[in-house]
Each structure stands twice: as structure tokens, then as C-alpha cells.
């Protein structure tokens, strides 16, 4: 069964500061994904990785993808209040169901 | 740009009642998938249909069914239900099944008391 763990589970960091939220996964997988979440709300995609080395980057959040080490990281840089939220990575594999991670709750505070 | 579209958006039921939920598919999209998301927890795959026939089947209880219709909307069928039931439940959409990204709704609340 393919597992996928992220960590921190729980952050929390000063607004301008940066971090960095773990993802790794046990298996081969074609591809990763990064979701964020509101408290109650539905899951806003924000990056796909498709293949090994693959960065992608979206104002403060920049994520990357290492197949070798199954491995990808969510780097934030700069923290903003608005980024506050519980952000997960998710594998597929065969394009079909995700494997989501635990999910990293993270609260910026002023 | 359409959405996902799920009905209820929020739905309260008691114990060994049964409870639908629906799922309306972004449009031209011909793959649907069912996520169960308990509180504090990650979304839990349940079942995938592709074309109408199911695909790929995850943690779904015995006590739930689904089934994809030809105007690819889906239905989730909840039976006896039980207060660990108590969830969001999502519906995702995408483009084919091996399509590299899946669409998700805003979600169903579902209350068991």
C-alpha cells in the first residue's frame, strides 16, 4: 500500500519568516500534487509535479520534486498571514486515486 | 470556468438513515472520483468511475454504493448509516483517468446523529 507522510504536521511561524514542509512517500508514483485547505472548505490545487527534478513556484510557495528520494518539499518563503491554512501533497499512481498525505496545518502569526 | 458540483452541501441525518449525495462533473469531463474526509483527517479515497463503469475502488464501506450516469454525474448511496459516517465528502472530476489532474468540489457535510 503506498503511504504518504508529510511533516511537520502542525507549524507555526512569524509573518517573513521561511519553512519548509516535508513529503515523502513509499512507493513509485507518477506524480505529485499540492493541495491547500481551509478550515471547511474544498481542496484549491496549487502546484503538479510531473516528472523528477521538476520546481514549480507561485508567489511565496515554491515546491519540488525529487523521484529518487520520493521525496517533495513545499517552501515558503517570506510567511503571510494569508498562507495560513492545512496544506497537503498527494501521489497518484497509475493516474487514478490519490494518496493523500497527513496534511501540515500551518498558522502564520503576526 | 464551470466547477464541481455537489448537492447537498450540507445534509444531516440519523443513525440507520440513508443519504445520496450528488456530484455533477465539470463539463467534457468523463471521470469522477468520491473522497471521504473526516474531521482533522486527510480525504480518504472511496470509488472512481470512468465512463460510467466503476474504475477504482478504495476504502468504501459495504454499506455505500455509487454509480455514474450517462450524463456522467454521480450519485454516492449511504446506508445504515453510523456516526463515524460524519464527514466531508468530496467528488473530483478530471479529464479521462489517467488525466494528471483531478478537479475537486466544494464538498458535502455530512452530520450522522
Known amino acids: 500500500e503506498l503511504k504518504v507522510e508529510q511533516n511537520p504536521l502542525f507549524l507555526s511561524m512569524q509573518e517573513g519568516k521561511n519553512y519548509t514542509i516535508y513529503c515523502n512517500y513509499s512507493?513509485?508514483?507518477?506524480?505529485l500534487y499540492w493541495y491547500r485547505q481551509d478550515p471547511g472548505k474544498s481542496l484549491e490545487s496549487l502546484f503538479v509535479?510531473?516528472?523528477?527534478?521538476a520546481v514549480k513556484q507561485e508567489g511565496r510557495l515554491m515546491a519540488s520534486l525529487d523521484t529518487k528520494a520520493r521525496l517533495s518539499t513545499l517552501h515558503i518563503t517570506a510567511a503571510v498571514h494569508d498562507l495560513s491554512a492545512t496544506y497537503f501533497c498527494?501521489?497518484?499512481?497509475?493516474?487514478?486515486?490519490?494518496?493523500f498525505g497527513t496534511g501540515t496545518s500551518l498558522t502564520v502569526i503576526p | 470556468a464551470a466547477g464541481v458540483i455537489q448537492s447537498p452541501r450540507h445534509l444531516i441525518k440519523e443513525k440507520r438513515e440513508t443519504a445520496t449525495l450528488k456530484c455533477y462533473p465539470i463539463?467534457?469531463?468523463?471521470?469522477v472520483y468520491w473522497y471521504q474526509q473526516g474531521p482533522g483527517q486527510d480525504p480518504q479515497f472511496l470509488i472512481s468511475?470512468?465512463?460510467?463503469?466503476?474504475?477504482d475502488k478504495g476504502s468504501i464501506p459495504d454499506r455505500f454504493s455509487a454509480q455514474q450516469f450517462s450524463d456522467y454525474h454521480s450519485e454516492l448511496n449511504m446506508s445504515s448509516l453510523e456516526l463515524g459516517d460524519s464527514a466531508l465528502y468530496f467528488c473530483?472530476?478530471?479529464?479521462?483517468?489517467?488525466?494528471?489532474?483531478?478537479?475537486f468540489g466544494p464538498g458535502t457535510r455530512l452530520t450522522v446523529t
Open positions: 473530483a472530476s478530471s479529464e479521462g483517468p489517467r488525466s494528471y489532474e483531478q478537479y
Open positions: 512507493t513509485t508514483s507518477d506524480r
Open positions: 509535479l510531473l516528472s523528477n527534478g
Open positions: 498527494a501521489v497518484d499512481r497509475a493516474g487514478n486515486q490519490f494518496y
Open positions: 463539463p467534457r469531463h468523463d471521470t
Open positions: 468511475f470512468y465512463e460510467k463503469m466503476q474504475s
